[in-house]
Structures are given as structure tokens and as C-alpha cells.
């Protein structure tokens, strides 16, 4: 039972340390929505959201790496609304804890 207190207090610390990068990465995909989704913010909003995808995951948070893929198809499509929309759920499930 202590080694599982420990991996996840491993975990959170981890987290803690990781949700300064991930907001950042999630102000990439801001700045891409204002930029109307073109260049280059586009290609970085679209490596940002897709980082976002696995890191996301990685920690165990579904709905967040969801929202990311959202995003990343947003950005792929086009679609401004879209990217909003997951960015505002990313914002709330990184900011959650």
C-alpha cells in the first residue's frame, strides 16, 4: 500500500511540475485561434495540441487528452470555433486540480 502513497504522490508532484508547459502549450493554441488559424501559428498550435494529446494522456486524464484531440482536429479543419471550444475544456481540466 506505501508504494502506491508513493507513486502517486510521484504522480502529483509530476503533474504539478508539468501544468506550467501544458498552459503554455494550451496559449499556443489561443494564440492560433487569434491569428484566424494561419501561419505560423497554425503549425505550432497543431505540434502543441498534439504533444498535448499524449502528454495529456500519459498522466491518466482522458477527458482533457479528448479535448486535445479536439483541438488538433479543429486546427486541421479549420475550425475556429472548435479550437475555442477545446481550449476552454483543456484550460478547465488542467486547472481542475
Not at 491569428?35 to 500519459?58: C, F, K, S, W, Y
Not at 491518466?60 to 472548435?82: K, T
Request: aromatic content about 2%.
Amino acid at each position: 500500500m506505501q508504494e502506491t502513497e508513493e507513486l502517486q504522490a510521484v504522480i502529483a508532484a509530476l503533474w504539478t511540475g508539468a501544468r506550467p508547459r501544458l498552459l503554455a502549450r494550451v496559449e499556443a493554441l489561443e494564440a492560433a485561434v487569434a491569428a484566424d488559424l494561419r501561419e505560423p501559428e497554425r503549425g505550432v498550435a497543431l505540434v502543441q495540441a498534439h504533444t498535448l494529446v499524449g502528454t495529456l494522456g500519459t498522466f491518466g486524464r482522458p477527458e482533457a487528452s479528448d479535448a486535445a484531440r479536439r483541438a488538433e482536429a479543429g486546427i486541421e479543419a479549420g475550425d475556429r470555433a472548435a479550437v475555442s471550444a477545446a481550449v476552454e475544456r483543456l484550460r478547465a481540466e488542467i486547472d481542475a486540480d
